[in-house]
């Protein structure tokens, strides 16, 4: 017969993970309030003086809401391919390391302002950190660290 047992630094970073989650949803709220033109940029839509907050915005601040639930209910009830997505993603966040530097040094054109790039430098050193630790769990006890015994 097997056991699974929940390893306790599993427990911390699944504490972590919504941790980080809620931060990023305040965060998000908090650029969306001081500076939505950042996401009208980023969805290469036309300024409007008229309209601060263009309907697709909206949309796309609701999609982005939903998925960060789904991934807190997915943490929460450890789904393992939740687990292989988030290690992914903040995996692979380490290739954007060299051009926030850049921009910073203003080799490369920033087209956010110097802010928000050293906010969203700072989001990818916590999901690198993250990643070495989730790394680390599934190397010692498993995914979500759910060892059979």
């Not at 051009?99 to 203003?106: C, P, V």
């Not at 989001?123 to 059979?148: S, Y």
């Amino acid at each position: 017969m097997t056991t699974i047992t929940h390893q306790p630094g599993a427990r911390r970073l699944q504490v972590v993970l919504i941790a980080y989650i809620i931060l990023l949803v305040l965060c998000l709220l908090v650029v969306y309030i001081i500076a939505p033109a950042i996401y009208v940029q980023t969805l290469m839509l036309e300024p409007s003086a008229s309209d601060r907050y263009p309907l697709l915005v909206n949309l796309f601040l609701l999609g982005i809401l939903t998925l960060l639930t789904l991934l807190i209910i997915g943490i929460l009830k450890r789904w393992r391919w939740i687990f292989w997505i988030m290690l992914l993603a903040f995996s692979a966040s380490i290739i954007q390391v060299p051009l926030f530097i850049l921009q910073l040094a203003q080799i490369v054109p920033a087209a956010d302002p110097a802010w928000y790039t050293l906010f969203r430098l700072c989001a990818v050193i916590g999901e690198i950190g993250m990643a070495v630790w989730m790394i680390q769990i599934l190397r010692h006890d498993g995914v979500w660290g759910m060892r059979n015994i």
